[in-house]
């Protein structure tokens, strides 16, 4: 997976262009497969990388990312990742505030840019909206900063489910079993 998603971000991100992307996936299946993708090209462009998990679902994501070959105990000895509990109850606007100036001080400790992603929202649950607004905050308070974000959708077969994230997104990564294509938006 790690090639199909390198070769769909290029070589510029997380360096020249620090995108806010979607990720969509076919099934969580693909879920940890493609983070651990992402956060090892993260990691070997010089980036501090960042994971949120849901609620009580931390060691789930800290194993997954392990069996698809992410060395996390390495990265975190590293001061390299970090993997942190969402905080759910905290409303859309001030979902980035108490991340905000941790990931400054990284940026100021010499990493190239922050890499950052989160637990998946399905496009027909009832969180769908609510996790657009949250989207849309973090997409604000990143605005400026080396950050290449990745927010995470199962679409399952039907990808044109998350049209609205154009709106908010610099792109659409589309990961299947297939491989990775990014689909730029007008916002990039």
Known sequence: ?????????GPEAGRGWCPHLAM?????????PALAA????????????????????????RAG???????????????RFTLSQAPLTDPPESWADPFVPVIDQRLGEGFDAVWWSRFPVGVSD????????YDAA??????????????????????SAAGRLA???????????????LERTARS
């Open 126 to 133: 009832p969180a769908y909206d609510l996790a657009v607004q």
């Open 24 to 32: 969509l996936l076919e099934s969580l299946d693909e879920l940890h």
């Open 138 to 159: 973090w997409d604000a308070a990143m605005r400026g900063r080396r950050a290449v974000s990745l927010c995470v959708y199962i679409v399952g077969g039907e990808p």
């Open 65 to 79: 990312l392990e069996a698809a070959g992410l060395d996390v105990a390495t990265l975190e000895a590293e001061g």
């Open 167 to 181: 709106e908010i997104h610099d792109g659409l990564l589309h990961v299947s079993r297939d491989g990775a294509s």
């Open 38 to 61: 992402f956060y090892r090209l993260g990691a070997g462009r010089n980036g501090w990388v960042f994971h949120r998990s849901l609620p009580d679902h931390e060691a789930r994501d």
């Open 1 to 9: 997976m790690d090639e199909p998603v390198d070769e769909a971000l």
